[in-house]
């Protein structure tokens, strides 16, 4: 059941971002396996973002710091006929890091579409992020929150398909730290990967426009 305060924290955040901001959306499955003694389960969860762009001036390096809100239901098998009912609500902070190894130093600080060269190397990219995710659980009817750290690496591949709007792809594998449960009062490690196939949509300024004002 999503807690009503947080899509109201993530919603309050978005009304304050500036409207001129080179600002993106993004949504993404997330394939998860996760591991808790003898339970396992392979699943599906889903997450939406929202983020600046910002760049460095003399190097084609990207940083994308947003806000995301994911979630998913599953249940956790065992190989005997126990099972957990699990679902999850994850507010989460992130900074994701593109680098463009094939336009790193001839960077024109335009969009995409207005690059210059072949689609692979004013395009393709590699991904490292780092991520505080916070836990809003239910296992079979109990509550239990906390804090976790994803940490991950892939590559993308932009496609500018105006001035003004570019789409990017992108895969990443995931691992995520310091996950765990109570079970009475012990808690118990929770190992967790996960693959992340995502599409994200960067919109970006008119300057021609910022320049006449």
């Known amino acids: 059941m999503l807690n009503i305060k947080y899509l109201i924290l993530f919603f309050g955040v978005l009304s304050t971002l500036n409207s001129n901001a080179q600002?993106?959306?993004?949504?993404?499955?997330?394939?998860?396996?996760?591991?808790?003694?003898?339970?396992?389960?392979?699943?599906i969860g889903n997450r939406f973002s929202v983020q600046y762009m910002l760049r460095l001036k003399n190097a084609r390096v990207e940083f994308l710091p947003g806000v995301s809100i994911g979630w998913g239901n599953t249940i956790l098998l065992a190989e005997t006929d126990r099972s957990i009912q699990y679902g999850e609500f994850s507010p989460q902070i992130q900074v994701p890091v593109l680098i463009y190894p094939f336009d790193f130093k001839n960077d024109c600080n335009c969009p995409t579409f207005k690059k210059s060269g072949n689609p692979v190397s004013k395009g393709l990219h590699l991904i490292g992020s780092v991520a505080f995710r916070y836990l809003v659980r239910d296992f079979n009817g109990v509550g239990f929150k906390h804090q976790v750290f994803p940490i991950g690496a892939g590559f993308?591949?932009?496609?500018?398909?105006?001035?003004?709007f570019t789409l990017s792809p992108f895969m990443?594998?995931?691992?995520?730290?310091?996950?765990?449960?109570?079970?009475?009062?012990?808690?118990?490690?929770?190992?967790?990967?996960?693959?992340?196939?995502?599409?994200?949509?960067?919109?970006?300024?008119?300057?021609?426009r910022k320049r006449r004002r």
């Open 23 to 43: 600002l993106g959306l993004g949504m993404q499955l997330e394939l998860q396996s996760l591991t808790l003694n003898n339970l396992s389960s392979n699943d």
């Open 156 to 164: 993308g591949m932009d496609f500018g398909m105006s001035p003004y």
């Open 172 to 208: 990443m594998f995931q691992y995520v730290f310091s996950d765990k449960i109570l079970d009475g009062n012990a808690e118990v490690q929770i190992n967790r990967k996960e693959f992340v196939f995502g599409l994200r949509g960067q919109f970006h300024k008119d300057e021609k």
